[in-house]
């Protein structure tokens, strides 16, 4: 039996880059996938979705699949995606949030609009999808027919490390390896796992950006995305994977590092050498990407 042999899944911001190598991965190992695609192009203006194209794919290496166009950061229509899911194929066993774009700006430079719309489809293209299904999963369990959920969120190195220059995409790629942990200890009670990965890949929103000429192509990220899809996967959640290809890294979240402990409240005097000291006992962060 294949990896995901009758396995549904839906995976966002599938018609290019690495969503589109996320769906072909899903589907080679006999997941049926929801291909969504709403169409933006890589600064969110609306274009032709290549989800059809994906979708034609599919089907031609003899897998299942169908078209969605949902914006996944509008409550409802991540919703009806869901439904969709459920209503076609009879139920929802993966969840692969991928959807994104990027509006690149120094802080000092960056507008009100360009952030709003990085947040939005970023943390709530993540937000809405898992929410709408978390409550399938929920409800399927309270009638007695529990599924073995898999959620795969998309954080980032710009997340985990941050990044010069995209500091709106860094806070919402922070924001969902956080949600992830916190979503991870909710749905485990209902038989669901949630983890995430930061990909590093040559795709048109990296291209430009750096040189990308020794990056992994998009679809040398999707294996560890088909397994922790899988049954097998079971014992794994809560974590986020950094996957550069045949690099994978096990990224070490924030925890409790040193502390000193006054007994009685602090002079604000008195915590200037306290600072230093925690900080000479504690590992030295790793530099943000881009700075020199």
Known sequence: MSLL???????????????????????????????????????????DSPAHDVVAEIEALGGEAVVNGADVADFEQAGAMVRQAVDTYGGLDILVNNAGFVRDRML?????DEWDAVIRVHLKGHFAPLRHAAAYWRAESKEGRQRIGRV?????GAGLQGSIGQVAYSAAKGGIATMTLVAAAELGRVGVTVNAIAPVARTRMTEGAF???????????????????????????????????????????????ASRDAGRRWEATELGDVVDELIAAGEKPEPVYGAS
Do not use: C
């Open 211 to 257: 040189d990308t000429s020794q990056m992994a192509l998009p679809e040398d990220n999707s294996p560890i995305v088909a397994w922790l899809a899988s049954e097998a996967a079971g014992h794994v959640t809560g974590r986020v994977f950094e996957i550069d290809g045949g690099r994978l890294t096990l990224e070490d979240a924030w925890r409790h590092g």
């Open 152 to 156: 795969i969120n998309t954080s980032s």
């Open 5 to 47: 042999e009758g396995r549904i899944a839906i995976v966002t911001g599938a018609g290019r880059g690495i969503g589109r190598a996320h769906a072909l991965e899903l589907a080679r190992h006999g997941a049926k996938v929801v291909v969504n695609d709403y169409g933006v192009s890589l600064h969110g203006d609306r274009e």
């Open 108 to 112: 000092v430079n960056a507008t009100e």
